[in-house]
């Protein structure tokens, strides 16, 4: 035992005998405080999608960032030019690819505003069904790739494993488990099944206890808890100014939440809240995504209890297709569906911006109609496209590990940026 | 929304604030539009903050083809308190496509606005860095136009590289 002793006492004497003068030195060398220009992506695991920074950096602090998108740019508004307006639904869903239902209810909702078309209340609830079923989707997915790139990769398979029962109800209301196509101007393209509903109760039965194991399993954790807490805060008027909306904005404690301040689509009938965050860092990013999952299950088992009888889709023929069994015994009806399926409607001409919440903030579709039965100009204010400049005002001067979790807090959705 | 008097109100107010700015004022669909002159975007922005008008929700560009002026910008703006949104349009001529930037005092439109430089070509004076945003640097054109052709864009894939880059002109 002694002499164990007097090893560590030489030990700590020759400790203390090393000067650490020259490191301190090195430290302020100017050589290190040289700044470090990072290219990250486009082909990166952490930036959700094929986004590039330039990240300038200063030892691992970063001083400057810089986005550069257009990778996936695949012209869709160009595209959506030379269709009739309802051949757009199928490619505006495309754009932002967690969000479809987003994207061609803010498109349909556009084209009915210019048509003043009135939507039947059957059909505006089975909208605001799978629009929350979408939201809850797109949370998922958020949920499932930001806990991988903290580290938690188990997060992944839960999180996907509930995507798949939501994709397990889209493919069978609508046939598709991704860009659907069934909302139509005018309402829905077909009612659901039967034994959807019990289905979807199901769904709802178990998606909050689901939620709370999700919450169970990050929240507490220390390392999420580090990773999250305190960091890159953003203050509510910074946000507002780079005209961030969604549950960033929440985040910081502004309740804009366009169901409520704005309801479209008969938003009204339900009883739900609007979580919101204090601090605006990661964490409250964090916790209101994880809220407004609760409360979209809270939206749909409302719709799904009040869903009113009736139609799914309007009966005007010159915008909606006749049902099929007609056109084996109407003239008029076959005249109707063959105009519908060549030409497609004509729109009366004049302008429209129609914003409606998607899962990443407001979500706006411009239209401008010359008459013809095809948009003379489709533009979508894609939320992600706005919020993605949010992040080097986000991320200056703290570490680069917290630009990753930062960023995966953002959910940037590139197909939505570049469209 | 305000309604058509609402609108009338604002668009007189913003036109004894700032003179020769407000050219028509539209109300469609029950929404309201101020068509303004395109050099006083600045201060009419401005003047419409300081009513309630804080957000800039969007600003996305249109093209007129065959009408002239044939370009036009939108700035959708949105009061969060009052719930209340207006639309600021202006148009410009396609050979003299200028527009005073507003990205100095509302930091949401830069993207925005190099996305109508890249698609439409309209240029924003003073904006901090106008660049293309989704085409390539080295693109030609402006693809959102509508006299822009669809499709036939020269694709070069590494197979036909012997035969050389002709078949693109």
């Not at chain 1, 938003?267 to 601090?279: L, N, R, T, W």
């Not at chain 2, 959708?76 to 003299?96: H, W």
């Amino acid at each position: 035992m002694s002499t164990d002793v007097t090893r560590t006492s030489e030990y700590r004497q020759m400790e203390e005998s090393i000067t650490m003068a020259p490191l301190e030195r090195l430290g302020s060398n100017e050589l290190d405080q040289e700044l470090l220009t990072l290219n990250m992506g486009p082909h990166h695991p952490a930036t959700h999608g094929v986004l590039r920074l330039l990240v300038t950096l200063e030892g691992e602090v970063v001083r400057d960032l810089q986005p550069i998108i257009g990778y996936v740019h695949t012209g869709i508004e160009k595209t959506a030019e030379d269709k009739s307006y309802w051949k757009v639904i199928p490619v505006v869903e495309r754009m932002d690819y967690l969000a479809y239902y987003f994207n061609a209810y803010a498109f349909c909702g556009a084209t009915e505003t210019l048509l003043e078309l009135e939507v039947p209340p059957r059909a505006q609830y089975l909208r605001v069904i799978h629009m929350e079923l979408n939201r809850i989707m797109s949370h998922l997915v958020w949920l499932g790739t930001s806990a991988l790139d903290l580290g938690a990769i188990s997060m992944f398979w839960y999180c996907f494993r509930d995507r798949e029962l939501i994709l397990d109800l889209f493919e069978q209301s609508s046939g598709q488990r991704m860009h659907t196509r069934y909302i139509q101007v005018g309402g829905v393209a077909e009612d659901v099944p039967r034994g959807w509903a019990e289905k979807l109760r199901e769904f709802t039965s178990q998606m909050p206890s689901r939620a709370d194991q999700y919450k169970d399993l990050l929240a507490n954790n220390e390392i999420v808890l580090q990773r999250l807490r305190g960091v890159c805060p953003l203050a509510e008027e910074e946000l507002l100014k780079l005209g961030v909306t969604g549950p960033l904005l929440r985040a910081a404690g502004n309740p804009w939440d366009l169901r409520k301040a704005s309801p479209y689509c008969s938003y009204d009938h339900f009883d739900f809240k609007i979580p919101v965050g204090a601090e605006g860092d990661n964490w409250d990013r964090f916790a209101v995504r994880v809220a407004e999952i609760y409360e979209s299950v809270k939206i749909i088992e409302q719709a799904l209890d009040g869903l009113p009888e009736g139609a799914w889709i309007t009966d005007d023929r010159k915008v909606a297709l006749p049902p099929r069994h007609e056109l084996a015994t109407s003239m008029e009806a076959l005249i109707h569906h063959f105009k519908l399926v060549t030409e497609g409607f004509r729109v009366p001409p004049g302008e429209c911006y129609f914003p409606v919440e998607s899962p990443r903030g407001e979500l706006g579709c411009f239209v401008r109609s010359d008459g013809s039965s095809k948009p003379a100009r489709v533009h979508m204010r894609d939320p992600s496209f706005v919020n993605l400049q949010a992040t080097a005002p986000m991320t200056e001067g703290s570490y680069i590990a917290d630009l990753i979790a930062t960023l995966a807090m953002l959910d940037p959705v590139l197909g939505g940026i570049d469209r | 929304m305000p309604d058509s008097v609402g609108l009338e109100l604002l668009a007189q107010e913003l036109g004894e604030a700032q003179p020769h700015t407000v050219l028509q004022t539209v109300y469609f669909r029950d929404k309201g539009t101020i068509v303004i002159e395109p050099a006083a975007i600045g201060p009419a922005l401005e003047h419409l903050r300081a009513k309630g008008f804080s957000f800039l929700a969007s600003v996305h560009g249109v093209d007129y083809y065959p009408e002239e002026p044939r370009l036009g910008v939108h700035y959708e703006l949105l009061d969060m308190s009052a719930v209340d949104r207006v639309t600021i349009k202006l148009r410009v001529p396609l050979d003299n496509p200028h527009v005073p930037s507003v990205t100095p005092s509302w930091p949401t439109a830069d993207h925005q606005e190099r996305e109508i430089y890249d698609m439409f070509g309209v240029i924003f004076d003073g904006h901090p860095s106008l660049r293309r945003i989704l085409m390539p640097e080295d693109y030609e054109g402006h693809p959102q136009r509508r006299d822009f052709p669809i499709g036939g864009e020269p694709v070069l894939f590494t197979i036909h590289e012997a035969e050389g880059t002709a078949y693109t002109q």
